[in-house]
């Protein structure tokens, strides 16, 4: 989970807005979630997973891809606005809750991770990438901020230590962000 410093600063964050990042109205939002939604590809994807799910802008968008979504964040806050905006999708469940310790019990064919990685230890990260190994069955798309993040870890650095314990099958550079798409080690669907 986050360093406590990580969720007071997030904490805090969300208290004082529930669009801290201007999921809602900013340009680069919006070029970060097209891109996404364009490597996601439309689906249907059987049970995808959105680890840090913030407010749920992004989640909103994905879940008419889905027949099943399960969102979930580790600030209370934001998981309540998520639900809030998930609601009227009856197949997404946003859960409050820090990856990797409170994953849920699924197997995924669509895991996504927008610009959460670089809140992670390098031990979570490679704890995530053995959860993902046994329990993911399709593409694990990381999307991350290319500035300075303020934590241990940038997003490069953070995707790379992913990369150590997936298959890192394509890596695509956007301004100001990049976009990764990584696939179980033992994933009987071939990487595109």
């Given at each position: 989970m986050p360093h406590r410093d990580t969720l007071a600063h997030l904490s805090r964050l969300y208290a004082a807005s529930e669009d801290p990042w201007n999921h809602r109205s900013s340009p680069y939002e919006a070029a970060k979630f097209r891109e996404t939604l364009s490597a996601i590809g439309p689906g249907p994807f059987r049970e995808a997973?959105?680890?840090?799910?913030?407010n749920g802008e992004l989640a909103r968008r994905l879940a008419p891809r889905c027949r099943r979504l399960t969102a979930m964040d580790c600030i209370p806050a934001a998981a309540a606005t998520a639900r809030r905006i998930l609601a009227g999708f009856s197949q997404a469940t946003v859960l409050q809750g820090c990856a990797p310790d409170d994953l849920p019990d699924i197997r995924p064919d669509l895991v996504l991770l927008s610009e959460v990685l670089y809140f992670l230890t390098p031990s979570e990260i490679s704890t995530l990438g053995g959860w993902l190994n046994r329990n993911a069955a399709g593409p694990v798309v990381a999307?991350?901020?290319?500035g300075p993040t303020d934590e241990r870890l940038n997003g490069a650095e953070a995707v790379g230590l992913l990369g150590q314990t997936l298959v890192m099958a394509q890596t695509r550079h956007f301004p100001r962000f990049r976009l990764d798409v990584l696939w179980p080690v033992q994933s009987s669907i071939r990487p595109r």
């Amino acid at each position: 989970m986050p360093h406590r410093d990580t969720l007071a600063h997030l904490s805090r964050l969300y208290a004082a807005s529930e669009d801290p990042w201007n999921h809602r109205s900013s340009p680069y939002e919006a070029a970060k979630f097209r891109e996404t939604l364009s490597a996601i590809g439309p689906g249907p994807f059987r049970e995808a997973l959105e680890i840090g799910c913030g407010n749920g802008e992004l989640a909103r968008r994905l879940a008419p891809r889905c027949r099943r979504l399960t969102a979930m964040d580790c600030i209370p806050a934001a998981a309540a606005t998520a639900r809030r905006i998930l609601a009227g999708f009856s197949q997404a469940t946003v859960l409050q809750g820090c990856a990797p310790d409170d994953l849920p019990d699924i197997r995924p064919d669509l895991v996504l991770l927008s610009e959460v990685l670089y809140f992670l230890t390098p031990s979570e990260i490679s704890t995530l990438g053995g959860w993902l190994n046994r329990n993911a069955a399709g593409p694990v798309v990381a999307v991350n901020w290319t500035g300075p993040t303020d934590e241990r870890l940038n997003g490069a650095e953070a995707v790379g230590l992913l990369g150590q314990t997936l298959v890192m099958a394509q890596t695509r550079h956007f301004p100001r962000f990049r976009l990764d798409v990584l696939w179980p080690v033992q994933s009987s669907i071939r990487p595109r």
